[in-house]
């Protein structure tokens, strides 16, 4: 099977867990450390081997394409004053040779919404979607990488699972299934934000997904769900009713950044990851859990 060439970003959520940091600011630009969570997004989908971005935005924000744009007066400053190191970082934030196209959603109706958006920038070909806000911590390779290989070997949609802890079925799409492969499963039934009582399991469907374009014919079809919104979850379970559909226990730490909690965990791990920052702030930790 074909590679996949084209992921989706929905970013024009209103992250209603993070205000009133997400008030002007989409969530996705909240950094971990240093960077921008759409950028490891983006670092993610360009290692899986896309070469076109599609960004779904709202209106209001500017910021995404702003991060992804040339800074001519940084750019130039930097140059001038001979810092190559922050200049190589500047530029670096899109690969060479990768393509993006922003696609405004002029009203929140949803994350199905949002993908049906991207339609034309994707055309008739299967397709990547990064939820950013999803920070995955890939082992050799991302998430999205490892879809994408289960991908190439079978052609089917590839939703990434992982499981959680049953009391938090309600806060998200959940999955039952029957064995397929030694990491993938073949979804029989997919229902979103099931109370604990009535889930098919904790099998829970994160912000990874390869679909086949026939998702968008269903997406038009589909009807507000869940909260008032046009799911994906929906259009997926209308999807499996026509095509295999395989679910992917990925290898990798999923943060949950969209909430407070995620966010702080990412950054205090990521912190310890960093070359400049692990020594003294696994030192600060110490000395802030000792008392000192
Ligand atoms: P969430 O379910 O996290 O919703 O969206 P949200 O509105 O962003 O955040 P909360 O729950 O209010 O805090 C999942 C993903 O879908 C995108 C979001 O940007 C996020 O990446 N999304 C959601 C859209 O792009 N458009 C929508 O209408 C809804």
Redesign the pocket.
Known sequence: MAAIRKVVF?????????LPATKSTP??MLPIVDKPLIQYGVEEAVEAGADSLVF?TSRKKHSISDHFDTAFELETRLEKGGKLAQLALVQGALPAGVRRAHVP?HQ????G??VLCGRDAVGDEAFGVI???DLIKGTALGALGQMVQVYKETGCSVLAVEEVEPDQTNRYGIVSTSPHGRRTEKVDAIVEKPDPADAPSNLAVVGRYILTPRIFDLLEQTTPGAGG?IQLTDAIAALLQEETVLCYRFDGKRYDC?SKLGFVQATVEYALEHEELKDRTLEYLRDLVAGD
Do not use: S
Request: charged share 20%.
């Open positions: 929905p970013v024009a959520g209103l992250g209603t867990r993070f969530k996705e779904i959603q929140p109706l949803g994350l919404h949002a939820l950013a806000d919104e969209g």
